[in-house]
């Protein structure tokens, strides 16, 4: 007989939440208005798309005048070039791209095994990965290592 109370009051209240639920007496949206006529729209052009040109910059160059050359990292470490690096040695894929967008990639004598961005990179000697060759890289006597 108890469960009976139970279930009768568990479909009473699943009644009335479904009915909570149903359709209201009232429309909640406006009513839909007669199409009215229109006029058709009108085309408006299209400009053709245009490419502009590329500006092509010169390679930038160290002038004379810029070395000796100091520079400070974070730790306000100072380090001074004497004279422009002719071989440098790049130890991160970022660097190596970066070396090449700003056209220097010549003076780039090795890159690390993660380097593959420009193809040009791809031929340089790899001088290793997570465990650098350090004796590779001092036996090519680099002016920079990036």
Same mark, same amino acid.
């Given at each position: ?17 479904? @009915?909570?639920?149903? #359709?209201? !007496? &009232? +429309?909640?949206? %406006? $009513?839909?208005? /007669? *199409? =009215? @006529?229109?006029?058709? #729209?009108? !085309? &408006? +052009?299209?400009? %053709? $798309?245009?490419? /502009? *040109? =590329? ?10 005048? %810029? ?16 004279? %422009? ?62």
């Amino acid at each position: 007989m108890r469960y009976t109370y139970r279930r009768l009051i568990f479909l009473f209240v699943l009644l009335a939440a479904l @009915a909570a639920c149903g #359709p209201s !007496a &009232t +429309p909640t949206t %406006a $009513p839909i208005a /007669a *199409p =009215t @006529a229109t006029t058709a #729209p009108v !085309a &408006t +052009p299209i400009p %053709a $798309p245009t490419i /502009a *040109p =590329t500006p092509t910059a010169p390679a930038p160059t160290a002038t004379p005048s %810029a070395f000796p050359l100091t520079v400070s990292d974070a730790a306000e470490r100072k380090v001074t070039l004497a004279k %422009a690096p002719q071989k440098s040695v790049s130890l991160a894929p970022s660097n190596t791209g970066i070396v090449f967008a700003i056209g220097l990639g010549g003076k780039l004598v090795a890159i690390d095994d993660f380097s593959d961005f420009p193809a040009e990179a791809k031929g340089l000697p790899h001088i290793g990965g997570f465990k650098l060759n350090f004796e590779q890289i001092v036996a090519l006597t680099p002016d920079l290592v990036l």
